[in-house]
């Protein structure tokens, strides 16, 4: 990825805010790279789950196939991220795309990650195409 993502207008956009704990601090004063990573892992978790019904979760999961990430800027302890998360406009097969954008106080852009999700059907573990109501969970 080269350009800063931002969402397309009109989608709908997810938000978590992040606060930095001394154990995500490395030995070069700043948030680890890997704690990026969760971050973003958490977004989509919680957008699913802020999304999707009980009944919905129990049948359908997400699992992580591909995340490519770029930094930017660090961020230190002390200062609160933002993050936001956006899905594709559709999926292909049983993968979803997700966007993430983790930014630092000032709005600069911290860290940015693409992200490629598979749908899991719960009862067998196996990947499964997605429905097409599914995208309209997230819009």
């Not at 930095?20 to 892992?41: F, K, M, T």
């Not at 699913?48 to 699992?63: D, F, G, K, L, M």
Request: charge should be negative; include cysteine.
């Amino acid at each position: 990825m080269s350009r800063q993502l931002e969402p397309p207008e009109g989608r709908q956009v997810f938000r978590l805010t992040f606060e930095p704990s001394p154990e995500d601090i490395d030995e070069n004063g700043h948030v680890n790279n890997v704690v990026y990573l969760r971050w973003a892992q958490d977004l989509g978790v919680a957008h699913w789950q802020s999304r999707a019904s009980a009944e919905t979760q129990a049948t359908w999961a997400w699992v992580a196939l591909r995340h490519e990430i770029d930094y930017r800027r660090e961020l230190k302890l002390g200062e609160t991220a933002q993050g936001r998360t956006w899905v594709a406009d559709a999926p292909e097969g049983p993968r979803f795309d997700r966007f993430i954008r983790i930014d630092g106080p000032d709005g600069a852009m911290c860290a940015q990650v693409r992200t490629t999700w598979v749908l899991i059907e719960q009862a067998t573990g196996r990947p499964r195409r997605v429905p097409d109501w599914i995208p309209e969970v997230f819009t």
